[in-house]
Nanobody, 123 residues
Framework: VQLQASGGGLVQAGTSLRLSCALS????????MAWFRQAPEKEREFVAA???????VYADSVKGRFTISRDNAKNTLYLQMNSLKPEDTAVYYC??????????????????WGQGTLVTVSS
């Protein structure tokens, strides 16, 4: 399984950006999918997950601003990011696995990782 993330860039605070993550080499619908991010000199943190049960989970820091979605026909995961803040600046990684719902925010629950896409939000 390979994951290819795209859509990052440099944007101003308050604007929007949409990330995409294409999965190849596997059956997309079988996997729970998630986004994590890592800012410079900080630990990787959970952003959002879309489980195989079609439930969504969000970190408190992005709830109400970010929306995770998936298109099983296109084997693609999305992250719509609105009202971006400078503290959202990070490399964003998509990941795939089969975690149970209660573990969907834990990075260790996922098997496959994309290469990351950089999001920079200027103030």
């Amino acid at each position: 399984v390979q994951l290819q993330a795209s859509g990052g860039g440099l944007v101003q605070a308050g604007t929007s950006l949409r990330l995409s993550c294409a999965l190849s080499g596997g059956t997309f619908s079988r996997y729970g999918m998630a986004w994590f991010r890592q800012a410079p000199e900080k630990e990787r943190e959970f952003v959002a997950a879309f489980t195989t049960g079609r439930s969504t989970v969000y970190a408190d820091s992005v709830k109400g601003r970010f929306t995770i979605s998936r298109d099983n026909a296109k084997n693609t995961l999305y992250l719509q990011m609105n009202s971006l803040k400078p503290e959202d600046t990070a490399v964003y990684y998509c990941t795939a696995g089969q975690p149970i719902y209660s573990q969907s925010s834990q990075w260790s629950s996922y098997y496959y990782w994309g290469q990351g896409t950089l999001v920079t939000v200027s103030s």
